[in-house]
T-cell receptor, first 115, second 116 residues
Framework: AQKITQTQPGMFVQEKEAVTLDCTYD???????LFWYKQPSSGEMIFLIY????DEQNATEGRYSLNFQKARKSANLVISASQLGDSAMYFC????????????WGAGTKLIIKP | EAQVTQNPRYLITVTGKKLTVTCSQN?????MSWYRQDPGLGLRQIYY???????DKGDVPEGYKVSRKEKRNFPLILESPSPNQTSLYFC???FGTGDAHFTEAFFGQGTRLTVV
C-alpha cells in the first residue's frame, strides 16, 4: 500500500542555516508525483515544490530544493538560508495511479527557526 | 484570482444537527477532495471526485456525504454530526486528466468544526 513516512516530528534550526526535512515513500507504481506543503500557524496549506518520478533533475523553487533519491525512495526537502517565517508544519505527500491519484500524506514535521 | 473557497471558516454545532460545508473552485479543475486534519494524524482523505457525478470514498468516509453535481462545487455534508467529527477540514482541487494528475492541489482556507 502507498505510504509516506516523515520521521522527524519536530526540528529546531538556527536562523540562516540550511535544513533538511526527511520524507520516504512507498509505492509499487512507476509513475507518481511527490509534493511538499507548508502549513503555518494560521492554518492554510501552501504548496512548495513538486517532483515527478520520471524527472531526472532535482526540483528547485527559490530557497526550496528537493533531494530526490529514487532508488532509496526518499524525497527530502532542503530549505537553504532559513528564515523566521519558515517556522511551520511541513508535509510530504504523494500521488500515484494505483491510488486513483489521491494525495497520500505524511504525518508532518514541525519546524521551528530560532533567531 | 484562482482560488478554492470554503465556507464557513468556523462552525460550532450540536450533535445530530445536519450541516453542510461548501467548497467551490474557479479553476475548472476536474479533481476535488475533502480532508480532515487532526493533531498527530496529518491529513486524511474523506472523499474525492474525479469529475462531475463521480465520487469515491477516501480513508475516513464514515459519517460524511458528498455530491458533485457541477464541476466547480463539491459540498461536504454531515447528516448527523458527532463530537468525534470535531476537526479541521480542507477542500482541495487539482487538474485531473492524464499526466495533469501530477500537479499540485489547491487548498481552501479550511473549516474549523466543533461538534458539542
Amino acid at each position: 500500500a502507498q505510504k509516506i513516512t516523515q520521521t522527524q516530528p519536530g526540528m529546531f534550526v538556527q536562523e540562516k542555516e540550511a535544513v533538511t526535512l526527511d520524507c520516504t515513500y512507498d509505492t509499487s507504481d512507476q509513475s507518481y508525483g511527490l509534493f511538499w506543503y507548508k502549513q503555518p500557524s494560521s492554518g492554510e496549506m501552501i504548496f512548495l515544490i513538486y517532483q515527478g518520478s520520471y524527472d531526472e533533475q532535482n526540483a528547485t523553487e527559490g530557497r526550496y530544493s528537493l533531494n530526490f533519491q529514487k532508488a532509496r525512495k526518499s524525497a527530502n526537502l532542503v530549505i537553504s538560508a532559513s528564515q523566521l517565517g519558515d517556522s511551520a508544519m511541513y508535509f510530504c505527500a504523494m500521488r500515484d495511479r494505483d491510488s486513483n491519484y489521491q494525495l497520500i500524506w505524511g504525518a508532518g514535521t514541525k519546524l521551528i527557526i530560532k533567531p | 484570482e484562482a482560488q478554492v473557497t470554503q465556507n464557513p471558516r468556523y462552525l460550532i454545532t450540536v450533535t445530530g444537527k445536519k450541516l453542510t460545508v461548501t467548497c467551490s473552485q474557479n479553476m475548472n479543475h476536474e479533481y476535488m477532495s475533502w480532508y480532515r486534519q487532526d493533531p498527530g494524524l496529518g491529513l486524511r482523505q474523506i472523499y474525492y471526485s474525479m469529475n462531475v457525478e463521480v465520487t469515491d470514498k477516501g480513508d475516513v468516509p464514515e459519517g460524511y456525504k458528498v455530491s458533485r453535481k457541477e464541476k466547480r462545487n463539491f459540498p461536504l455534508i454531515l447528516e448527523s454530526p458527532s463530537p468525534n467529527q470535531t476537526s479541521l477540514y480542507f477542500c482541495a482541487s487539482s487538474f485531473g486528466t492524464g499526466d495533469a494528475h501530477f500537479t499540485e492541489a489547491f487548498f481552501g482556507q479550511g473549516t474549523r468544526l466543533t461538534v458539542v
